[in-house]
């Protein structure tokens, strides 16, 4: 049976604290394959930097891969402003107002790290009679950096430079009500609940019925991270990344969530009808949804042109792609749907 979830959290815990904005994903790779080392699973990096782990199952000519991504928003510096503060370009699809006021990090090319903080210019309320009415976007937001710098030129000097990563501060707790809130849930809850599924699959010795891959993939938020390094004996391709709550969703912070279409249409019918039977089977509590404004590595790897069956479920996320929250509720289905799915019969 699984791991228990205290054990995936603290996994969590421990992936969200390593700046990983996609094109920049080299150190939490490298942590992922450490941690999977001891667990001597065949595993190799493709040329994005993913990873892709293969455990041989009973059918060797029909193969199943899961995916999750290690990536995450972030943003990049665009331009050094000559009040020595800096302008940032986005990493990914969110608005300038879920990081005002972040506490971030800076990497220089050298590899040296600075902190400082994501603000509206206009912030001081002594200042600016219209500091909460402007518009949150890339010409008001900038980053102070926690250095004495004046100008341009002292920016330069402490090594900073256009194009340099930046990341989030991720503010990661749990809380004695179980729930985990932290930036970044997206999508590395889900890296972690395929993490301890392999683990698991390893010390039960489990026979899978099929050849199973799994790719941590490293560039989802750019929509390019699971499109690729898919076996050509894959039938079954199912991504495992956050499902969407809000205003007219089922999805809730309690239960995995299966979605039956996102932005890209709906993912594959048979596949969605047995995740949802082994729900029932299981007494494992999920929502089927739609998701208004998402794509996923399943549906980027239909994109580029692979005939697959895909299918999308994950851990209901709160406030995604900014305050993110879920609780351990939510990552025990999902952990127990994935335990019955890598052990099920194929949909074709
Ligand atoms: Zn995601």
């Given at each position: 049976?699984?791991?228990?979830?205290?054990?995936?959290?603290?996994?969590?815990?421990?992936?969200?604290?390593?700046?990983?904005?996609?094109?920049?994903?080299?150190?939490?790779?490298?942590?992922?394959?450490?941690?999977?080392?001891?667990?001597?699973?065949?595993?190799?990096?493709?040329?994005?930097?993913?990873?892709?782990?293969?455990?041989?199952?009973?059918?060797?000519?029909?193969?199943?891969?899961?995916?999750?991504?290690?990536?995450?928003?972030?943003?990049?510096?665009?331009?050094?402003?000559?009040?020595?503060?800096?302008?940032?370009?986005?990493?990914?699809?969110?608005?300038?107002?879920?990081?005002?006021?972040?506490?971030?990090?800076?990497?220089?090319?050298?590899?040296?790290?600075?902190?400082?903080?994501?603000?509206m210019?206009q912030t001081s309320v002594h200042v600016y009679k219209d500091a909460g009415k402007l518009?949150?976007?890339?010409?008001?937001?900038?980053?102070?950096?926690?250095?004495?710098?004046?100008?341009?030129?002292?920016?330069?000097?402490?090594?900073?430079?256009?194009?340099?990563?930046?990341?989030?501060?991720?503010?990661?707790?749990?809380?004695?009500?179980?729930?985990?809130?932290?930036?970044?849930?997206?999508?590395?809850?889900?890296?972690?609940?395929?993490?301890?599924?392999?683990?698991?699959?390893?010390?039960?010795?489990?026979?899978?019925?099929?050849?199973?891959?799994?790719?941590?993939?490293?560039?989802?938020?750019?929509?390019?991270?699971?499109?690729?390094?898919?076996?050509?004996?894959?039938?079954?391709?199912?991504?495992?990344?956050?499902?969407?709550?809000?205003?007219?969703?089922?999805?809730?912070?309690?239960?995995?969530?299966?979605?039956?279409?996102?932005?890209?249409?709906?993912?594959?019918?048979?596949?969605?009808?047995?995740?949802?039977?082994?729900?029932?089977?299981?007494?494992?509590?999920?929502?089927?949804?739609?998701?208004?404004?998402?794509?996923?590595?399943?549906?980027?790897?239909?994109?580029?042109?692979?005939?697959?069956?895909?299918?999308?479920?994950?851990?209901?996320?709160?406030?995604?792609?900014?305050?993110?929250?879920?609780?351990?509720?939510?990552?025990?289905?999902?952990?127990?749907?994935?335990?019955?799915?890598?052990?099920?019969?194929?949909?074709?």
């Open positions: 049976m699984n791991l228990p979830i205290s054990e995936t959290m603290q996994l969590i815990k421990d992936l969200v604290k390593i700046p990983s904005p996609s094109g920049h994903t080299t150190e939490v790779i490298a942590f992922v394959e450490k941690y999977l080392k001891e667990f001597q699973v065949k595993m190799k990096r493709n040329h994005k930097g993913g990873l892709i782990v293969t455990i041989p199952g009973e059918n060797k000519n029909q193969h199943r891969m899961l995916t999750a991504h290690v990536d995450t928003l972030g943003a990049i510096v665009k331009e050094i402003k000559s009040s020595g503060r800096l302008m940032i370009d986005l990493i990914g699809g969110f608005n300038y107002n879920s990081i005002e006021g972040e506490y971030c990090q800076i990497e220089t090319m050298r590899g040296e790290v600075y902190s400082g903080t994501i603000l210019h518009e949150r976007n890339q010409k008001n937001i900038e980053v102070r950096i926690d250095e004495s710098v004046h100008t341009a030129d002292d920016v330069r000097k402490l090594g900073i430079d256009v194009g340099d990563f930046i990341s989030f501060d991720p503010r990661v707790e749990i809380t004695k009500s179980g729930f985990i809130k932290s930036r970044h849930l997206d999508d590395k809850a889900s890296v972690a609940l395929l993490l301890n599924l392999i683990k698991t699959i390893s010390i039960e010795e489990m026979k899978l019925p099929y050849t199973t891959h799994f790719l941590i993939s490293n560039n989802e938020e750019i929509g390019y991270g699971g499109n690729s390094n898919i076996p050509s004996e894959t039938v079954e391709y199912l991504a495992v990344d956050m499902g969407a709550i809000g205003d007219g969703q089922a999805t809730n912070e309690f239960t995995v969530s299966i979605c039956a279409k996102d932005s890209s249409g709906p993912y594959h019918y048979g596949l969605r009808k047995n995740l949802i039977e082994l729900a029932k089977r299981n007494n494992i509590e999920y929502k089927v949804d739609i998701y208004p404004y998402y794509g996923s590595d399943a549906s980027a790897a239909i994109r580029s042109g692979h005939d697959l069956v895909h299918g999308l479920i994950g851990p209901g996320i709160d406030a995604s792609h900014a305050f993110e929250r879920t609780h351990k509720a939510s990552l025990e289905n999902t952990a127990k749907l994935l335990y019955y799915y890598v052990q099920s019969d194929m949909t074709l």
